[in-house]
C-alpha cells in the first residue's frame, strides 16, 4: 500500500507545466507534402540563418557540416516517428497458453524530444497487457515505444499514443504504460534540478482495477536508473 500512494502522488505531478493538449500530435494536412530530401535541404537552410544569426562563422571547418547534419538527423533519426511510413507493422499472433496472463516488458529505453524545447526526454517505459490470446513479439512493444518517441512530444500524450497502439495491435482495452524519464529541459536549463524525473501513466481497461495495477506497479518497482 505504502508504495502505491508514493506512485500516486507521483503521477499527480505529471509533467509540472510541460501539458499537452491533445492525444493526437498535432500536424498540419501537409505535413507530408515534401519528401524526406525535400525537407532536409529545406531545414539545413534554416539552421544555417540560425547559426548565422547567433554569429557563429560557418566557415569553420568544425561547423560547416552542422546544419547538413542537424538537417538529416531531425529528418531520418530523433523525428522520423512523424512519418506513418514508419509505423511499426502490426504482426500479432495467437497463443492460447497466454491467455488472461499479464504479460510485462519493463525498462525500454526511452529517447525523445520536448517539443516546447526541442531537448530531449530521456528515460524508461514499462508496458504490460492482458492478452485475449493475441500477442506480441517482445521487440513490437520496443518499436512501439520507440515510433511515438521519435516525434516532438510531451510525455502524457507519448504515453496515451503507446497504450492506443497497442490496443488496437492487441485487440483489447487491457493495455498499461507507466513513464519514468527526465526532461533536458528542466534538468540542465531553468531550474536546473538534475535529479528530478517526471513519471506518467495510462492505464486501460482492466488495469483501471486497483489488483490489476497493484500487480503490474509490483512488477515495475520503478527501480530505474538512466
Ligand atoms: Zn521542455
Excluded: W
Amino acid at each position: 500500500m505504502k508504495i502505491d500512494s508514493t506512485l500516486e502522488e507521483r503521477f499527480e505531478e505529471l509533467g509540472d507545466n510541460h501539458i499537452s493538449t491533445s492525444e493526437d500530435t498535432p500536424l498540419r494536412k501537409d505535413a507530408f507534402d515534401l519528401s524526406d530530401e525535400e525537407k532536409i535541404l529545406k531545414i539545413k537552410d534554416n539552421v544555417s540563418q540560425i547559426m548565422e544569426t547567433l554569429g557563429l562563422d560557418l566557415t569553420d571547418d568544425s561547423l560547416k557540416g552542422t546544419p547538413n547534419r542537424v538537417a538529416k538527423m531531425f529528418v531520418n533519426e530523433i523525428f522520423s516517428g512523424l512519418h506513418p511510413k514508419r509505423q511499426p507493422k502490426s504482426s500479432t499472433f495467437e497463443n492460447k497458453y497466454k491467455y488472461g496472463e499479464m504479460l510485462v516488458e519493463k525498462n525500454i529505453t526511452l529517447y525523445s524530444t520536448c517539443e516546447h524545447h526541442f531537448l530531449p526526454i530521456v528515460g524508461k517505459a514499462h508496458v504490460a497487457y492482458i492478452s485475449n490470446g493475441t500477442v506480441v513479439g517482445l521487440s513490437k512493444m520496443n518499436r512501439i515505444v520507440d515510433y511515438f518517441a521519435k516525434r516532438p512530444q510531451v510525455q502524457e500524450r507519448l504515453n496515451i499514443q503507446i497504450v492506443r497502439e497497442l490496443q488496437k495491435v492487441l485487440n483489447t482495452q487491457d493495455v498499461a504504460c507507466v513513464i519514468d524519464a527526465k526532461h533536458l529541459c528542466v534538468n540542465s536549463r531553468g531550474i536546473r534540478d538534475i535529479e528530478s524525473s517526471t513519471v506518467t501513466a495510462e492505464y486501460g481497461g482492466k488495469f483501471k482495477e486497483e489488483a490489476t495495477r497493484r500487480e503490474f506497479l509490483n512488477f515495475i518497482k520503478l527501480d530505474t536508473k538512466f
